[in-house]
């Protein structure tokens, strides 16, 4: 059974290719950051679960653009840092 947004189903967990070459790669992880964080900017549900989410969502709104696609990359670091690795985003709330 798939699981589909505000279903009863566990979400999917699909596994890191970390022992891949360009999982390190700088320009690699800007791409999937960029990613995630327009998706999590687009949804807004995961505000109030941990300081990463005021942090990025007050970055992207105090942009040019008010859009992530004039946030510099070097400017993410704050988010990241304030991530616990608690996972309550991806368990409970990301669509």
Request: net charge negative; with cysteine; aromatic share 12%.
């Given at each position: 059974?798939?699981?589909?947004?505000?279903?009863?189903?566990?979400?999917?967990?699909?596994?890191?290719?970390?022992?891949?070459?360009?999982?390190?790669?700088r320009k690699e992880i800007d791409v999937e950051l960029r990613r995630v964080f327009d998706i999590c900017h687009g949804c807004r549900r995961c505000f109030n679960l941990c300081e990463s989410f005021p942090k990025l969502f007050d970055l992207i709104d105090e942009s040019k653009s008010g859009e992530l696609d004039t946030v510099n990359s070097?400017?993410?670091?704050?988010?990241?840092?304030?991530?616990?690795l608690c996972d309550m985003c991806f368990m409970t709330k990301c669509p």
């Open positions: 059974m798939k699981s589909k947004e505000g279903g009863l189903g566990a979400p999917v967990r699909f596994p890191l290719k970390w022992e891949e070459a360009d999982f390190t790669d070097e400017d993410f670091k704050p988010v990241v840092d304030a991530c616990t």
